[in-house]
């Protein structure tokens, strides 16, 4: 079936985070077959963070990515299996590892601003024989211009495509259109769009994001994912098939394992609670939300205003220590040690 839209399903990656980073190779080889029996394109398997991301840091993984990825390979039948790597978290050589178990894809993240520092692994991914993607993360933070010149940089490197990737959930659907409308009108390459839900428009600046010009759309089994999780993917593939739009994924198959996803795997049901509107409310990344939880509670301070002021000092990915400073900074100031 010819598609219009090429849907990344993500939930084994971003839906890491949902569950501590605990996926088994069981639960990676049952939800690739049935994903790739429903027709999805392109499944993501990582750690959250991306191939080199278990870490005290970042959480450590049940299992090696490189594991994950070989048990995804072999259950994925028609289905590409795709990495993510932020540079300076994974290396050429791990992503050398997951193109010699069978992964066809590698998603190269970086900050909205900082696209040069993926070029080595762009063109890495290019020479393994790999699709190439450049993944701009928290594209929120930079104008429509900057996030063009960024992407531009990545259509140079070798990128076969490059996201608008909305890591806190925190875009408008007119930021959206804007953005890839302009992206559309420069760039040669595919352009995607990630999306996260933490103010409910996940669903929403997806369809913006298809109306300005993109064709590759992420989302996630059952929302699982990071904050209030991302695009849910079966329904996403339900609209879509209501506006005509051709996706080549079977409603049914996902709507079967979107009902297990739930029973088995989520640790409680994907909602909108109060730190993942703020996150995008605020605009800080949607990974910290397991983090900022943590912190609140062994210092005794509101998760809320954490993140508020997470999102008031522009904190991003990579920088996950602070938010172990910014709660101890609050509860000091709650005791009268710091003013």
Known sequence: MHKDILVTEVALRDGSHVVAHQFTIDQVKNMTGKLSAAGVPYIE??????LGGSSLQYGFSKVND???????VEAAGESVISVLLIPGIGTVDQLREAAQVGAKMARIATHVTEADVAKQHLEAAKHLGMEAIGFLMMSHMASPEKLLEQAILMESYGADAVYVVDSAGSFLPQDVKARIRLLRSKLKIDIGFHAHNNLSLAVANSLMAIEGG??????????????????????????????????????????????????????????????????GYSGVYSSFLLHANKAAKKYGVDARDILMELGRQKVVGGQEDTIIEVAEQMAFRKEGILK
């Open 214 to 279: 993109a064709n590759r759309i992420d989302g996630s089994i059952r929302c699982l994912g990071a904050g209030a999780g991302n695009t849910q993917t079966e329904v996403l593939v339900a609209v879509l098939d209501r506006m005509g739009i051709r996706t080549g994924i079977d409603l049914y198959k996902m709507l079967d394992l979107s009902e297990e996803v739930g029973n088995a795997i989520m640790p409680k049901p994907q909602e909108i609670t109060d730190s993942s509107l703020i996150m």
């Open 45 to 50: 398997v990582s750690h959250g963070d991306g």
């Open 66 to 72: 490189i594991e994950l990825v070989e048990a995804a």
